[in-house]
């Protein structure tokens, strides 16, 4: 029986010549206790076994008041540290961002042809390798991770590259975006962002959305600012749409297109695409900037349009037909609209 006790806690000892009194530590939330049951069941067991059950009976009570304690987390086996510490010796300490103290969740970083920077997050689960883990990225399409049983941390940072080599093109486009022009939104773009609004001029910009798949072709464009100066802009791109080269840059197309020049850093200061919006008096609010525009081309004063569409339906001699609200423009009186803002009634 002492050898058997011994085996299952080596770090306890015996304190008298009768083996009846021990000290020393047992080792808890870690292996579930099998032998607990029969200890209630066989009421013939010997000493030697009632002893030998304690323990069990010890060790599960033990889990169950450490488990019961707030914060708790329950520990894997050795070998599931022991695996993982191998896979991350193979694949490189230097490709390891970040890793919790419970060990499950983990960053890899990854450089692609580029220079690029990327990181993939990967949630393992209790019964990994055997469970697949979960993964994501900053990417704007989905991440695609083939996962068996065989899988290492290696085979999921070198599938990780092959997604983001695949979207080289992509990010070159908008880089070229990003470092040759005045970028009003998003302000801090991130890798899975396909969308620029870019200034054009003064309360005049284009949003384009770019495809991931097939970023040198013509991405959908939406033309922002006051109506006379939009109309001959969105006149031109209708016109010149069929001018636009694939084996030439987006930023190229859209100046040949446009038939303009956008303003750069290198020509302008950011400062002057930065207008407050007329009735908040703020450039940003939250995450929107002024969008909207008095068409007279004498005022042209910008808006928030969740700002415009409150001031307006306060007017009482505003009125709304189906989701377009009419009435004066604060500064010049001149008739303005706005749609209705998503969500409002």
Known sequence: MSCL??????????????????????????RKVSHLTSYYHNKHMSPADRINDSHYELVYYQEVALKS????????????????ITEMEILGWDKLLFIDAEFRTLKLKAEDSAGRQHAIAVKLKSKYPTEAPEFSADLPVPLV?????????ANVHSQFLLNVEALSEFWSVLDEIDEQTWV?????????????RIAIGNNVSIKVQIDPRHPKMLPECC???????VTPLRNKLNANMHLW?????????MKDVL????PSPTTHEKSSFSVECGICYSYRLESAIPDQVCNDPRCGQPFHQVCLYEWLRGLP???QSFNIVFGECPYCSKPITVKMVTGNA
Not at 259 to 262: P, Q, W
Request: proline share 8%.
């Open 317 to 319: 001699t505003s009125r």
């Open 223 to 229: 033309l922002l600012g006051a109506e006379h100066v």
């Open 259 to 262: 038939e303009i020049e956008f």
């Open 145 to 153: 991770i083939m996962w068996t049983s065989q899988s290492t941390l």
């Open 184 to 196: 009003l939104e998003p302000e801090k773009p991130t890798k899975a962002d396909s969308m620029r």
């Open 245 to 253: 080269n694939p084996d030439c840059s987006v930023l190229q197309n």
């Open 69 to 84: 304690q707030p914060g708790c987390q329950s520990f894997s086996p050795p070998q599931y540290y022991s695996q993982l």
């Open 5 to 30: 006790l011994m085996r299952e806690s080596p770090m306890i000892i015996a304190l008298n010549k009768e083996k009846t009194v021990y000290d020393g530590f047992i080792t808890v939330l870690v």
